[in-house]
């Protein structure tokens, strides 16, 4: 950092991880508060200190300001599933991890997650929603945005509910139920089905956003979590490691296109 602005001053000379928008310059402007001072890590630590961290971090925040105890995570063998399945490891946070190969289940119970949902299973809506009655989670993350990720845990959600309700209703359950759709791993339509009655909620939710909401107790609370945690909870590991110029090849393009899972690909500008 070579110049900061009122209030940020202590981040001058300081390395620093930033989401500016444009960080492939020799300089750029970043919000002071998306910036993550790195102390003695070094800078590839640093290149995925920022925003899987926060946004898994930023998960469990945005549950429990909502009073969940408990939720539910799709896609999630990714690099920031796994760190999810630490977070919520160390807060005593139950959590329904929902992957699609047997694979998947295996790296996820090596990490200790206990409960895992193979949506290739045959019996993969039972499943989820034992697991749902189990933990009690009615808030879900989805990156994948297409389909019917979401919609599947609507349904289960609201087969837990209704499962718990004294008398019948037309209208389903009372139990709010809500799905923040994060990514778009898959481009397609998101599927809703008139399954759940009208206790639901289906959201955004960007880590910008929600820092700006949080406030700056709960961001310092974040960013000290991820700086202690940066080579255990919140580490990452890479593929490959690639120039600029290697990375505009037709062969990286296409792997790295495919966003599968602990196959990132690491930019460093000068080799």
């Known amino acids: 950092m070579v110049a900061a602005g009122e209030g940020a001053q202590a981040l001058i000379g300081q390395r620093v991880a930033c989401v500016p928008g444009n960080a ?19 800078s590839e630590q640093g290149a995925s200190a920022f925003v899987n961290p926060m946004t898994a971090l930023g998960f469990v925040e945005t549950a429990r300001m909502q009073g969940n105890d408990a939720m539910v995570h799709t896609a999630a063998a990714s690099n920031l599933g796994q760190m999810l399945v630490k977070i919520c490891q160390e807060d005593g946070m139950p959590l329904v991890n929902i992957v699609r190969r047997a694979e998947q289940v295996e790296l996820l119970s090596e990490l200790g997650a206990t409960h895992i ?28 945005g297409g389909g019917r990720a979401s919609d599947n845990c609507f349904r289960a959600m609201e087969q837990v509910a209704v499962r718990k309700m004294g008398e019948y209703s037309r209208y389903g359950s009372n139990q709010p139920k809500k799905m923040y759709i994060y990514g778009r791993l898959d481009l397609g339509p998101t599927v809703l089905t008139p399954a759940y009655g009208f206790g639901w ?26 700086l202690a945690g940066l080579t255990t909870t919140f580490a990452s590991t890479y593929k490959r490691r690639v120039t600029l110029e290697e990375m505009l090849t037709r062969d990286a393009v296409l792997d790295y296109r495919q966003m599968r899972t602990g196959e990132k690909y690491l930019v460093t500008p000068h080799g």
């Open 24 to 42: 492939f310059s020799q300089y750029c402007l970043a919000d002071a508060r998306m910036c993550l001072p790195l102390g003695a890590a070094s």
């Open 117 to 144: 949902v193979n949506s290739s299973d045959d019996d993969f809506m039972r499943q989820l929603t034992g697991a749902i009655d189990t933990t009690g989670a009615f808030v879900g993350f989805d990156p994948i």
């Open 201 to 226: 909620t289906l959201s955004g939710w960007l880590l910008t956003p929600f820092l700006q909401q949080a406030g700056q107790q709960t961001i310092a609370r974040m960013r000290k979590r991820v």
